[in-house]
């Protein structure tokens, strides 16, 4: 029955002249899911369609996951003539009489041509006779049908009466670029997820341990980034050796600091990889007291080792809510696989809650970071995850 | 390359590797075909199952053909329990495969009773204590005649006289799969009820083993079709990985004996130089443990990261099964038998094979000493 779909943009919209180039990030995405399938989508009179014919299922599929799509429309495509309109309705309706078994409705017409030779109101006394004339057993329900049929009246005349939720947010790329610390927990790539949706191009960058820590790991970070690719779009993903970094760390500073040095060690690397590419922030999965790392005076003390923009999406969610999310975008699933990631393996049996700058500063006068980072950049591997 | 993860799984031996490819080939044909290739088959078919049976010394019709240990385990245990009185009791261990405690965990019946019975440190199963807990409720018992972790050796007949004695009746099934084809099995002395028999631990094909089942005793099949294996295991028979399957045994019975000596030699030779060579270190392979599996823990490192280090220079050991050591939760049978969380931790398994040498046991060795001093100056720090 249907042939189109129609795709509503939602805020977007409302960002003034912006709005061109956001429509424009979204196009982008668009085209790499339906070009696959040979499809294109075009505008009709500032709104966006795809004439999926047989596709439909898979478009709305793949489309639901893009960031910037409210809703999205199952649609039949017809000439906006009164007598083509007309035609299509009788057959939609018994198409609406079988399958979903309606006693009820309402017509809801809206003209973008205004050339269109009848008015709206007009046009939706005219549909709903016909209606009425051609199925005995229907009647009208204004205030609460079982079914309200649209029609959308531009150079053609799109009807429909379903409007399924999409992905919400804003197109990715329209909100400049972050790069994530990504692990194989269940916090980063939902921090990833969040960022995204807000319009942040996704970069990544993970950091192991190797022989610490299992190669499996490693493609346990590519399986998520992977997932996450869905949403985001291709995802660069840079991999970094720490091993060196955790044995100078451990030979040299005191236990219980190792795991926020450690994390300011992250922090500088992803820092100077923002900058070869002029991403403007960095993102964390952390959330307020979750561990020991993530108080709030931990967080100042990491926070204060870089100059750069720090985003923690998740800063004020409980676990269970970022769990939920985890599960909804299908990342939970592969972060609960056992392999450990760097962090299990060199952290303190009784890490620092309270740390204090002054004396993580003096610990770490005793390394030579700058040699230390350069060397673990010198080695990274780089990937990138269509 | 170094491997010395033979109890996980073998390097098929070059003669089973080209017999498969023959059959393949050659004799590709149905054993249950009517016409005469397929009798030609049939008769492969009969000849690898009587090799197979006089190499355990067991009779032709006793050997059922399946798709390895872990299916054997599967269908022996709910074949014998399939017909067992209401609130029957099953005697075995906690450290058996989890080919036999998962389906303990998944029998149908609900009223079922699983008792373990006691191991002691090295994994050797106390032979009192199932005196003291086997009784007339006692269906089913289950052991594993080498521990496919420790490497302990279960005295089957010991263990058979003793269940036995309380229950004449009870079924009796042995878990055989790293011992058959390296140390002796004879089924009529040991006078058990069902065995497990696999291919891929002493150098055969993946996706074969076998079940033995006493011709006294009677199992329920699991699976329904055609009559293959006598109906106990219907499906087209695996024909290429039966007759390869037969080979590896073959192999192993001109070589069993001196191979032995060879690998007790090896396995002697790595425990004296890893216990000279670092502090710290506990043997999990007692002293009349099979040659073919080394287990020791060593303190203050983690297994999984020596197997790191290790795959770097292409030698391949293990913390633990394979079939668990993937699972987040600690090696089972080592938790069970250390109770010492930092040695559980550094808990490696080295299992040797025929392709083994005793260059490769020195290099190792070598390798893991130095190692285990890099890594313990990581996690120990300062």
Not at chain 1, 267 to 292: F, H
């Amino acid at each position: 029955m249907y042939n189109s779909i129609n795709i509503s943009l939602g805020e977007m919209v409302l960002k003034g002249k912006n709005r061109g180039v956001f429509e424009q990030k979204l196009n982008n995405q668009m085209s790499k899911v339906i070009k696959e399938k040979g499809l294109h989508f075009y505008r009709d009179r500032g709104k966006v369609f795809i004439d999926t014919g047989v596709y439909m299922k898979d478009v709305i599929d793949d489309i639901s996951n893009i960031f910037g799509i409210v809703n999205i429309s199952p649609s039949i495509k017809v000439e906006a003539t009164i007598e083509a309109i007309e035609t299509k309705l009788v057959e939609y309706v018994a198409y609406l009489i079988d399958n979903k078994n309606i006693k009820t409705f309402k017509i809801s017409c809206k003209r973008a041509d205004k050339k269109f030779p009848i008015d709206s109101m007009a046009l939706n006394k005219q549909l709903g006779g016909v209606v009425l004339d051609n199925f005995n057993e229907l009647t009208v329900d204004v205030h609460n049908p079982d079914v309200i049929i649209y029609f959308d009246i531009r150079t053609y005349c799109y009807i429909f009466t379903e409007r399924i939720k999409g992905a919400g947010g804003l197109p990715v790329g329209s909100n400049g670029e972050g790069l994530v610390l990504i692990s194989g927990g269940i916090d980063s790539p939902v921090a990833a997820y969040m960022m995204a949706k807000r319009g942040v191009k996704i970069r990544c960058v993970t950091f192991h341990a190797y022989p610490f820590t299992s190669l499996r790991a490693n493609e346990k970070v590519e399986a998520l980034v992977d997932r996450l690719s869905i949403f985001c779009g291709s995802i660069d993903l840079y991999s970094i050796n720490l091993l060196e970094i955790y044995k100078e760390i451990k030979q040299k500073c005191p236990d219980d600091e190792s795991t926020i040095i450690a994390r300011r060690f992250m922090m500088r690397i992803a820092e100077r990889i923002a900058g070869w590419k002029g991403m403007e922030m960095l993102v964390t999965g952390e959330s307020l007291g979750q561990v020991a790392s993530q108080t709030s005076k931990s967080l100042g003390v990491v926070d204060a080792s870089v100059d750069a923009l720090v985003l923690r999406p998740l800063i004020g969610m409980d676990k269970t809510d970022i769990i939920d999310i985890a599960q909804k975008i299908g990342t939970f699933d592969i972060s609960i696989l056992p392999f450990d990631d760097c962090c299990s393996v060199f952290s303190p049996a009784h890490p620092q809650t309270r740390p204090r700058l002054e004396k993580i500063e003096a610990s770490e006068s005793k390394l030579d970071i700058e040699a230390l980072i350069e060397e673990a950049l010198k080695n990274k591997e780089f990937k990138k995850i269509l | 390359m170094i491997y010395l993860d033979n109890a996980a799984t073998s390097r098929i031996h070059p003669d089973a590797l080209n017999k498969m490819n023959e059959v393949y080939n050659d004799f590709y044909g149905n054993p249950s075909s009517l016409h005469s290739f397929g009798y030609e088959c049939e008769k492969l078919l009969k000849s690898s199952r009587e090799r197979i049976a006089s190499f355990i010394n067991a009779s032709n019709n006793e050997i059922f053909f399946t798709s390895g240990g872990t299916e054997s385990n599967n269908l022996a245990i709910l074949g014998h329990l399939a017909s067992c009185r209401p609130k029957s009791q099953v005697l075995t261990t906690h450290i058996e495969h989890p080919s036999v405690l998962e389906t303990l965990n998944h029998l149908p019946q609900k009223d079922i009773q699983v008792v373990f019975i006691k191991t002691d440190e090295y994994g050797n199963v106390d032979i009192e204590d199932i005196e003291k807990k086997a009784n007339d409720k006692t269906a089913l018992a289950i052991f594993t005649h080498v521990n496919s972790e420790l490497g302990s050796i279960q005295n089957l007949k010991k263990i058979s006289e003793a269940i036995r004695l309380k229950n004449r009746s009870a079924r009796i099934h042995i878990d055989c799969a790293q011992s058959l084809g390296k140390i002796l099995i004879d089924a009529k002395e040991i006078n058990v009820d069902t065995m497990t028999l696999s291919g891929h631990k002493i150098h055969g094909p993946r996706g074969v083993g076998g079940l033995y089942i006493n011709k006294n005793s009677k199992i329920e099949p699991v699976y329904w079709g055609g009559n293959q294996e006598m109906g106990m295991r219907p499906g087209t028979e695996d024909l290429p990985s039966i007759v390869s399957f037969a080979t590896a045994i073959d192999i192993r019975k001109s070589v069993m004996m001196q191979e032995f000596d060879r690998i007790s030699h090896l396995k002697y030779m790595m425990e004296e130089m890893l216990c000279n060579g670092i502090d710290d270190i506990r043997l999990n392979s007692g002293k009349e443990s099979s040659p073919y599996i080394l287990n020791i823990s060593i303190r203050d490192i983690r297994g999984e990261i020596l197997v790191h280090f290790l795959e770097r220079d292409n030698i391949y050991i293990s913390t633990g099964s394979a079939c668990s050591s993937k699972s987040s939760s600690k090696n089972n049978v080592i938790n069970y038998i250390l109770n010492d969380e930092s040695l559980v931790e550094g808990t490696i398994r080295i299992s040797f094979g025929m392709f083994n040498s005793e260059d490769e046991i020195i290099q190792t060795s070598e390798k893991i000493i130095a190692y285990t001093q890099e890594i313990r100056k990581t996690t120990r720090g300062r």
